[in-house]
């Protein structure tokens, strides 16, 4: 497997299609600092480890109310009386920039806005000061206002209680403003991983430079570059690259045959054959060179 070792402090971020990248995170371990619970997760989980899902009104109890659902960690992890846990709810709401925090802790999740569902989901996120903050699309179905406002709030936190961050999201512009750290991810398989300025100024893995080239800028005027062919059937990945299906560049045994993960430095790895044959390769330079080899490749092994 994958390992990669969040540092108190750190943003790392998680990109890749949610179909593609997250079944193989959430169905992952996680172990905190190798010392996995050893009577399921609660010891950890809401505690040291918490979680902000994408869907704060279902993933919260319809029918308790926000202080209740909020302090609850408090209850179970520290021992809190309903009382002390009412009371942290309010300091948390007041925090998160929920106003008049003393009335809201009496309503009910369908009662707010969904900003405020979601600043009321990261208020109970951060109850027990985790180590680790783990934010599935924090900001899915936000207006622009409102994402700017939580990216901004979990950057201000992040900073003042010093917790790492793990940010699953498909958004290549949230992960430009707020990670420092970006681990791509294609099939539930890390296929690139290294800083936010090496990701994005200089990509490794077709799959990555695939997802920047499709994005729109303001910037400059050119063609959109879509990822030709359709996602993977997760219960039938090639032994080999999971990305060589719809890799412009694979040759026919890539596929076949597992890639390695290539180390450029400065902690920038990528899991492509293409380096192992060409060592100096930059795709980007390359790309019509490697084009035209896949295709001849492709025709002679079809004939």
């Given at each position: 497997?994958?390992?990669?070792?969040?540092?108190?402090?750190?943003?790392?971020?998680?990109?890749?299609?949610?179909?593609?990248?997250?079944?193989?995170?959430?169905?992952?371990?996680?172990?905190?600092?190798?010392?996995?619970?050893?009577?399921?997760?609660?010891?950890?989980?809401?505690?040291?480890?918490?979680?902000?899902?994408?869907?704060?009104?279902?993933?919260?109890?319809?029918?308790?109310?926000?202080?209740?659902?909020?302090?609850?960690?408090?209850?179970?992890?520290?021992?809190?009386?309903?009382?002390?846990?009412?009371?942290?709810?309010?300091?948390?709401?007041?925090?998160?920039?929920?106003?008049?925090?003393?009335?809201?802790?009496?309503?009910?999740?369908?009662?707010?806005?969904?900003?405020?569902?979601?600043?009321?989901?990261?208020?109970?996120?951060?109850?027990?000061?985790?180590?680790?903050?783990?934010?599935?699309?924090?900001?899915?179905?936000?207006?622009?206002?409102?994402?700017?406002?939580?990216?901004?709030?979990?950057?201000?936190?992040?900073?003042?209680?010093?917790?790492?961050?793990?940010?699953?999201?498909?958004?290549?512009?949230?992960?430009?403003?707020?990670?420092?750290?970006?681990?791509?991810?294609?099939?539930?398989?890390?296929?690139?991983?290294?800083?936010?300025?090496?990701?994005?100024?200089?990509?490794?893995?077709?799959?990555?430079?695939?997802?920047?080239?499709?994005?729109?800028?303001?910037?400059?005027?050119?063609?959109?570059?879509?990822?030709?062919?359709?996602?993977?059937?997760?219960?039938?990945?090639?032994?080999?690259?999971?990305?060589?299906?719809?890799?412009?560049?694979?040759?026919?045994?890539?596929?076949?045959?597992?890639?390695?993960?290539?180390d450029f430095g400065g902690g920038h790895v990528a899991?492509?054959?293409?380096?192992?044959?060409?060592?100096?390769?930059?795709?980007?330079?390359?790309?019509?060179?490697?084009?035209?080899?896949?295709?001849?490749?492709?025709?002679?092994?079809?004939?």
């Amino acid at each position: 497997g994958d390992e990669r070792h969040p540092q108190q402090g750190d943003r790392h971020r998680l990109p890749g299609a949610d179909d593609l990248a997250q079944p193989g995170l959430h169905r992952g371990r996680a172990d905190r600092r190798g010392d996995p619970p050893t009577r399921g997760p609660r010891p950890v989980r809401g505690d040291r480890l918490s979680m902000i899902f994408q869907e704060p009104m279902t993933s919260r109890n319809p029918v308790a109310r926000v202080g209740d659902q909020v302090g609850e960690p408090l209850v179970l992890h520290r021992g809190a009386s309903r009382k002390e846990a009412r009371a942290r709810a309010v300091d948390l709401l007041r925090k998160v920039g929920i106003a008049d925090p003393e009335r809201r802790v009496l309503a009910y999740p369908h009662e707010l806005s969904g900003g405020m569902r979601q600043r009321v989901m990261i208020a109970m996120a951060l109850s027990c000061d985790p180590e680790l903050l783990i934010a599935d699309e924090p900001t899915t179905a936000l207006d622009v206002t409102i994402q700017a406002q939580i990216l901004d709030l979990m950057n201000d936190l992040q900073k003042r209680l010093n917790s790492a961050i793990i940010l699953i999201t498909h958004d290549l512009g949230v992960v430009a403003e707020v990670c420092e750290k970006v681990l791509v991810m294609y099939g539930g398989t890390m296929v690139e991983y290294g800083t936010a300025e090496q990701i994005f100024a200089a990509p490794k893995h077709p799959y990555t430079l695939g997802l920047l080239e499709s994005l729109p800028r303001l910037d400059e005027r050119r063609r959109l570059v879509p990822i030709e062919g359709q996602p993977p059937n997760l219960l039938r990945l090639p032994a080999g690259c999971v990305f060589a299906p719809r890799c412009p560049y694979a040759l026919p045994d890539h596929a076949v045959n597992p890639p390695p993960i290539v180390d450029f430095g400065g902690g920038h790895v990528a899991r492509c054959t293409l380096y192992k044959e060409e060592p100096g390769l930059d795709i980007r330079l390359e790309a019509d060179r490697l084009k035209l080899a896949s295709a001849s490749a492709k025709e002679a092994a079809r004939g």
